[in-house]
């Protein structure tokens, strides 16, 4: 067996016990309690988001464990760290205002000046994504010569905006139970099977989704912002890591065009409207609440949403 394949395996193996390990001692003693982490979702049963940190913690193992350098595991413990914390305040402060919210709510926030939770998660997660994204870029191309420092600074550019939007994305398809995990899976086990620098942080990402998806698919427990944001910015990163710059110019296209799409068309009917697509998704899933079921809101009334929509969706997606 070589030291590649090895180090991913190990990396998989770290980052699913962590995962588990983390959210066994969260559901011990939750900080702040376990009231702060929990929301009703469309059945008006509990569901905890500690699954969140549990699965960040789960992917900073794997991170470390699975990384071929010391820069690469900077590099994706700084994308992926940014992801959750800035998801996870977020998660517990969120401004509730239905004009804030969405990717365009909260820039046109900042545009009028106002800095909202999600507007902060914007600004940190992209900052950390750039940090991430500069640690990663070597200064010198593989021939040994040292590149421009417009060359370098454009590959920084790409590269952070990247897994800023990774990290954006994921989070949209974390509307129902397991659906953020299981695309993020798919994303990933190419990448662990690659050649690339990013492989064992890949396999990390198919280890702590692999520990939190049984849990994901009952209800018992969410992602929220701050674990799916993880989990995209860890998958950026890893592109980032093992792609040459056409690869990562391409994955930003489409990363990009379906966050555009996101705020026109919603997945949840795309996916449901395919045949295939729509067996996968719903793949271990509790049967569907009744029609009309509700879910209180904010203020404590009970508001009508979706069959199996998550507690804090947002959006059309």
Known sequence: MSVGVLRRLVAAAAAAAAT???????DAQAPGGAQRWTRTNHRGEPVSMLEGPAVAAGLLAGAVVGAPSARAAAALTVATGAGAAFGIVDDLTE????????????????????????????LGIGAGALVAAAVATPWRDGDGARRSTLG?????????????ASANLVNLLDLRPGRALKASAVVALPLALGAGAGAGAAAGVLGAAGAAVEQDLAEHDMLGDGGANALGAALGAAVVLGAPRAVRVGALAVVTALTLASEKVSFTQVIERTPGLREVDAWGRRPRATAGSTTPSAGGAA???ADGTRPTTTGPA
């Open 20 to 26: 588990s390990v983390t959210r066994g001692l969260l």
């Open 303 to 305: 508001v009508p949403v």
């Open 152 to 164: 370098w600074a454009a590959d920084v550019a790409v590269s952070g905006a990247l897994v800023a």
């Open 95 to 122: 401004d509730t205002e239905a004009r804030r919210k969405g990717l365009r709510g909260h820039l046109g926030a900042l545009a009028r000046g106002e800095v909202t939770t999600g507007g902060l998660k914007v």
